[in-house]
Each structure stands twice: as structure tokens, then as C-alpha cells.
């Protein structure tokens, strides 16, 4: 795992997860506005981006070996731990393993209850056609229908670079254990409700409803918590392909002390 750093090192620190498939720079335009105000870390998840010939294992192994480096290089705290889709279900392992671990946290559309169903669905699916559907020449189509279709959540040409990069060299077994664990496995543990942490749990309108009900029973868990639904959008807008969006939501829960 690799960690990318923004910012003065004597700021808040502020540490946001990316999701399967997409790499560190998932969160660098967020980071950059951020920067002047905290000490923002982008870490590369095992099996992603510049990693990916290490293997990825699991959410709570890569929860583990990111508590490690809090430990070794922040003091042991964070004052914020973000991530989406698969990163917001490490960071839940991360409030999960250290009840101290940050004074807030911000899921976006993350998984906290199994989903066996849709993980065999996805992974038959990405087992026979991910080679095609993860090329480079797809993500360049991908990125070309999005400039035509959804202009307003166009990439940048620094992240499209970035993207058709990392993308196509993701390991066929990074996704197929990513959706056998993130999607097939992984549940909220009971001990979340230790966790001193106040958070703020995205999702998208147009979201797929276990995700929504992963929200709910998030909060049921972890009572101090809000839940925002993001109008019209789908899985990741915020995070992903909205960061100015992402900016204004976010940075006023960061500097809310109620």
C-alpha cells in the first residue's frame, strides 16, 4: 500500500479511501482544496493503481494495514477518515478497530450489510468479459461517452490519464476478491457503536436500495451519524465526479463542533 500526502504534516489529518477499481487519485482534487487547511492522505489500496501487482485480500485486512501506518506515522489519529464504495467500508473497519481513531468520518455509498447475490452476479460478470470491459480502449470509449453525455461529470486531463493508466492494468482477481468480500462478506461489526467518531453517510438517490439500507443500519449502529441523500445522482457522483460538490457538503461537517 502505498501513501500519497498533501498539506503541512502539523494540520489535521485527514485520510480518504478510495474505491475498487479507481486509485488514489480517486480523492486529489478534494485533496487539493483540503490541503490548505489539513494534512490530507491518499492511500493506493493493495491491487490498484501503482500497486497493482501486490494482492489485494480483504476490508478488514486493508483496514488493518492502514491503522498500522496511523500508528507509525499520525500518532495513532485522524481527525477525519473518509473513503467510497469499497473505501468507505474500510474506513467503517477502521472506526471498527479503534474507537479513537478519528473525531469524524464520511461513508458515501458503501456497503456494510452482505449482498451474496449481486457479488456472484458480479463476479460471473467480470470472470468472462472484465478483460474487455477494463481495457484501455473501453476506458477511453467510457471517458468519451461521459464527455457527450454527462459533461458535467467529465473527468480533467489530469485524472483521465490517471484513469486509463490504472484501470486497465487492475488485476482480474483484485475485483473478483473485491466483490467476493466488499459485496459477498463484509458486515458492519457491533463494536462500530464504540466509536467516538461523528459521521456523515452519503448516498446517491438513484443509489441501488442495499445500499441505502446499508446506510440505515449504519446509523442504527452508530446513532451519531448523518445520513444525506444526494439528489439525482448515483453511486459515487460526489466523490468521484463531483468534488467541488463533495467540498461545499463536506468541509461544513468538518467544521461543525456541535
Known sequence: MKFHE????????ILLIHGGGS????????????????????????????????????????????LNYVRQNCGGKLFAVGGVSLGGQIAMELLSLDSDIAEKAIIDGSLCIPQPRLARSCNLLVSLFGKLMFSKSACKLQLSIMNKIY???????????YFIEDLPRT???????????????????????KSKAQALYIYGEKELNCVKESARFFQKLHPNTILYEAKGYNHSYLSAYLPQEWIDLVVPFLENND
Open 23 to 66: 486509485s488514489w487519485w480517486n480523492y486529489l482534487r478534494q485533496a487539493r482544496i483540503l490541503s490548505h487547511k489539513y494534512y490530507v492522505i491518499l492511500p493506493t489500496l493493495n491491487g490498484h493503481g501503482e500497486e497493482y501487482q501486490k494482492d489485494y485480500i480483504s476490508t478488514e485486512d486493508s483496514a488493518q494495514e492502514i
Open 6 to 13: 498533501f498539506g503541512d504534516k502539523k494540520s489535521p489529518h
Open 151 to 161: 459533461p458535467q461529470l467529465a473527468y480533467p486531463d489530469e485524472i483521465k490519464n
Open 171 to 193: 488485476p482480474i482477481k483484485t475485483l473478483v476478491t473485491i466483490y467476493k468480500t466488499y459485496m459477498g462478506n463484509y458486515k458492519l461489526k457491533n463494536r462500530i457503536s
